[in-house]
Every structure is written in structure tokens, then in C-alpha cells.
């Protein structure tokens, strides 16, 4: 079966340290693999998404995450973080050997970010 | 370019009712896909319409019905309101069935009491 895990319920960091929000997935076939952010009161906005190619991701908002496919992980950084980032993650895959084109996802880690 | 829009924002009903919610898709869309998103919780899918059929549904009742219209919105409809139901319905839309990129509305938020 299709599982993502966020391990941690809540991430706390400075201003200006780097951060990082853990995800890990199983899925029976290859991966597609999405991070997603949720301020209050506002839909989900797409940050990034990993298909295939080179592991490190680049994103919206100076967001990357590293594919580790050995270790089945999908971990969302940022070398500096900002106030503004403190919000609602989400990592989410999709099974590319699945006819089913849903999006699975983790049940959320809030990022907290202090000036 | 207007982006994924849901109607209305906020909605409050009593157990054993019934909902609609609307959704419209960001402009050149034509997938339509709802999740539910219980409090503390990840959205979960609960289906996709393409081509204004039903495609794929996730683990939910048959209370949770929907419709795609040929302008591509959609409607998701709950019969017999339970508790349970409480959550943020969420619209996304993509261009095709096989998009790996949806794009979230803002959400209803249903309040069922």
C-alpha cells in the first residue's frame, strides 16, 4: 500500500538557520514525489515535485529537497529560514506504476519559525 | 489568470442533511480532483472527473457524489450528513487525468453539528 510519513508534528528553528522537514514514502512502484505548503485559511501551494533526474530539487521560495531513493526519502530544506515560512508542510507521492493518478499525503508537519 | 476557485467559503449544516460544494478550475484545466481534509490531518483523495465522468475514487461512501460540468467545474455533493464529515474539502484541478501538477483551491470549510 501507498504510505507517506512525516515523522515530526512540529519543526522549530531561528531566523536565519537552516531548516529541515522529513518525509518518507513507500510505494510499490517509482515515485512521484510533491511538497506542498498550507497557510491558515488558504488552500495547499504547490513548493515542488520530483519525477526523475538529478536528486536535489529546486522549488518556490528557496525551497530544495533531496530524492533518496535507497533510503525512501523526499526531506524539504532551506539553507536560511525565514519568519514567513512558518506554516503547514505537506509531502505527498504518487505511485507512477499506479493507473490511480491520486495524490497520497503525510499527515503534515508545522514549521515554526522564531525571529 | 484566475486560479482554482471554491464556492462558498464557509458552510454550516445539521447531521443527516445534505451539501454541494462547488469548484471551478484554474483557467486551461479540464481535471477536476476533491480530497478531504479532516483537522490535524493530510487531504485525503476522494475522487477525479475527467471528461465529466468519474475516474478514480478513493476509500469513501457512496454518500460523496459529484458532477463535472462541460465548462470543466464541478460539484461535490453529501448526502446524510454525519459528524464525521467535518473537514476542508478541497478542489484541485490539472490539464489531463495523467498531470502529476494540481493546483488547490482554497477550500470549503464544513461545519456539520
Known amino acids: 500500500a501507498q504510505s507517506v510519513a512525516q515523522p515530526e508534528d512540529q519543526v522549530n528553528v531561528a531566523e536565519g538557520n537552516p531548516l529541515t522537514v522529513k518525509c518518507t514514502y513507500s510505494v510499490s512502484g517509482n515515485p512521484y514525489l510533491f511538497w506542498y505548503v498550507q497557510y491558515p485559511n488558504r488552500g495547499l501551494q504547490f513548493l515542488l515535485k520530483?519525477?526523475?533526474?538529478?536528486?536535489l530539487v529546486k522549488g518556490s521560495y528557496g525551497f530544495e529537497a533531496e530524492f533518496n531513493k535507497s533510503q525512501t526519502s523526499f526531506h524539504l530544506k532551506k539553507p536560511s529560514a525565514l519568519v514567513s515560512d512558518s506554516a503547514l508542510y505537506f509531502c505527498?507521492?504518487?505511485?507512477?506504476?499506479?493507473?490511480?493518478?491520486?495524490?497520497?499525503f503525510g499527515s503534515g508537519t508545522r514549521l515554526l519559525v522564531r525571529p | 489568470d484566475a486560479g482554482v476557485t471554491q464556492s462558498p467559503t464557509h458552510l454550516i449544516k445539521t447531521r443527516g442533511q445534505q451539501v454541494t460544494l462547488r469548484c471551478s478550475p484554474k483557467?486551461?484545466?479540464?481535471?477536476v480532483s476533491w480530497y478531504q481534509q479532516a483537522l490535524g490531518q493530510g487531504p485525503q483523495f476522494i475522487f477525479q472527473?475527467?471528461?465529466?465522468?468519474?475516474?478514480q475514487r478513493g476509500n469513501f461512501p457512496d454518500r460523496f457524489s459529484g458532477h463535472q460540468f462541460p465548462n470543466y467545474s464541478s460539484e461535490l455533493n453529501v448526502n446524510a450528513l454525519l459528524l464525521g464529515d467535518s473537514a476542508l474539502y478541497l478542489c484541485?484541478?490539472?490539464?489531463?487525468?495523467?498531470?502529476?501538477?494540481?493546483?488547490f483551491g482554497p477550500g470549503t470549510r464544513l461545519t456539520v453539528t
Open positions: 483557467s486551461g484545466h479540464d481535471t
Open positions: 472527473y475527467y471528461e465529466e465522468e468519474e475516474r
Open positions: 520530483y519525477i526523475t533526474g538529478d536528486n
Open positions: 484541485a484541478s490539472s490539464l489531463g487525468q495523467r498531470s502529476y501538477e494540481q493546483y
Open positions: 505527498a507521492v504518487r505511485d507512477m506504476e499506479d493507473s490511480s493518478y491520486k495524490l497520497i
